[in-house]
């Protein structure tokens, strides 16, 4: 189950006016370009930012989302027609052979289940041709991200076009072992309602993520930093064997 934030239709378009720089997409793309990639698998694709910039490069693109709204702005968009959109997750897709899978921004963590990360891994592995490659992200739990998720760090008012000022924040609200919970709360100046979403994110150590995907038959290429959040991030590089 998406949290409402992505599946509630009126907090779904806030997500792109809310959080405007995407930098952390440029190292992906960057990627996709390295690896010589023309098929793509974006996995928890959202609103479609990311699958969009590759699209319009000419590669050929299936965005995957559980949360419904999320697709629905994703496909509004300019160039939309150009992505095909599946609702579902990392363990329903259809049979696709691509050269590259990814997992952007906190998709990676939002799976906290074990049993359906597992399950997760071993579909985007049936999804990607031999030789291809599964790119995703976490963060590393050392730098205790979460301790900066409250109020006074996150408040602030933006005017959304078509929809008016909404005031948002965050707070966290529980750490349990390596699950953080949170909370979003958004008020819509223009008819006072307060909407709120929580999450969870699993934050797992980088020697975990690994076994997992040695465990479900990658080869582990690499593990990186991400480029606009040196030493917060692990970067996982992972490949389907040949053979």
Known sequence: MADELFQDPRLAVLYDPLDPDRGDLDAYVRLVEEFGAR???????????????????????????????????????????????????????????????TMTANAAQQITDHGAWRATLAGVRAALRPGGRFVFETRDPSRRAWEGWNRAASHGVTEVPGVGAVENWVDLVEVDGPLVTFRWSYVFAADGQVLTSESTLRFREREEVEADLLAQGYVVDDVRDAPDRPGREFVFLARRPRA
Do not use: M, N, Y
Request: net charge negative; with cysteine; glycine share 16%.
């Open 39 to 101: 098929q793509v698998l974006d996995l928890g694709c959202g609103t479609g930012v990311f699958a969009l910039l590759l699209a319009e490069r000419g590669v050929d693109v299936v965005g995957v989302d559980p949360a419904r709204a999320s697709l629905d702005v994703a496909g509004a968009k300019a160039g939309g027609e150009r992505v095909r959109w599946l609702h579902g997750d990392g363990t329903d897709l259809p049979p696709l052979q691509v050269d590259l899978a």
